[in-house]
């Protein structure tokens, strides 16, 4: 991503860019930055193709094409699909033959890395992958934002914040638009204000279940489950993370006992510092024993309710208030 911020200072584009990954407000960020920085508002330069089963003649003839009255023409390609399979080989073929006035701006959500289109982009061009920031990364990237509204907030209320609104870009982005109008007047934002304003993603009130099953709350977690189906999640979508939440805790149960620590585990499952941090927490609360027997029922719930034994709503509820 640095290359692409040099590029835009320097001026000097590469011919080919590739945004790929899962972070979406990255890619859509640098994007925006890379047409601007290349085309401006030069509308009759710019060509825009999204989607798949894109007529490839159609975009190798506007690539062959002078730009009018201006200095580049801009071909800009999202969700194509063209990276993940062998239909794009008239497009590769191409490419070497592409005039240096034409540029080619690619945004995938997947593509193969062996794929001939990716190759040829890396060996012709750069090759930009937007995965998750990491704590540290999300950490300094939100107090930057606070910092420009005025707003200092602690390392612990970060914590906290992150915790509860998880690592997606866009969404954080929202999130600290609240506070920061939630705060108008003060300079110090706080867990109370973050407790106050900022919605819980559906991973923090699985947290909560799970915490709640631990200390043998059971309305509590019941609760928590009803406020998931009012938020209109699907009871099976609900057992799923519920089922990945007692695999994570059964890793990290079995890593701690390694001796590694959070930054270690962190690390080695690719989570979240905070996150794992969590996790940990909840792993001293249960037995490997206690662990394994409910993964075991999660697998077994979903089988009762793909052959019928079970709604879907009942078999989460048995699971929830489950007594171990």
């Not at 990290?252 to 969590?278: H, N, P, T, Y």
């Not at 697998?299 to 879907?312: I, N």
Request: proline content about 2%; glycine content about 8%; some cysteine.
């Amino acid at each position: 991503m640095k290359t692409i911020s040099q590029d835009i200072k320097s001026g000097n584009f590469k011919q080919i860019y590739l945004l790929c990954g899962e972070e979406e407000f990255l890619k859509r960020s640098y994007k925006n930055q890379l047409k601007a920085a290349l085309i401006g508002d030069d509308a009759m330069n710019y060509h825009y193709f999204e989607g798949k089963g894109l007529d490839l003649r159609e975009i190798i003839s506007l690539a062959d094409t002078m730009p009018f009255f201006g200095e580049r023409r801009l071909i800009q390609i999202e969700d194509s699909g063209l990276f993940k399979g062998s239909g794009a080989d008239e497009l590769v073929d191409y490419l070497p033959q592409m005039p240096d006035t034409t540029y080619l701006l690619f945004t995938e959500s997947e593509v193969d890395r062996r794929s001939r289109l990716y190759k040829a982009v890396k060996a012709r061009g750069y090759v930009a992958e937007m995965t998750r920031q990491d704590e540290k990364q999300l950490a300094v990237w939100a107090g930057g934002i606070l910092a420009k509204a005025g707003r200092k907030i602690t390392a612990r209320t970060m914590e906290f914040f992150l915790g509860r609104v998880g690592d997606d870009m866009e969404n954080i982005r929202l999130e600290l638009e609240k506070l920061i109008s939630y705060t108008e007047g003060r300079d110090v934002v706080t867990e109370a204000d973050v407790d106050a304003v900022c919605t819980e993603q559906v991973t923090g009130k699985i947290f909560e279940m799970i915490t709640a099953i631990a200390g043998r709350r059971v309305r509590q977690a019941i609760d928590l489950y009803e406020d998931l189906l009012t938020l209109k999640e699907p009871p099976m979508r609900i057992l799923f993370l519920i089922a990945r939440q007692f695999n994570q805790i059964l890793q990290v149960k079995e890593l701690m006992a390694d001796g590694l620590g959070r930054d270690a585990i962190a690390a080695q499952l690719k989570l979240q510092s905070f996150v794992v941090g969590k996790i940990m927490a909840q792993a001293r609360s249960f037995t490997r024993e206690q662990i394994l027997s409910y993964v075991e029922l999660c697998v077994d719930s979903e089988e009762a309710v793909k052959t019928g034994r079970l709604g879907e709503r009942i078999a989460v509820e048995l699971l929830i208030a489950r007594k171990y």
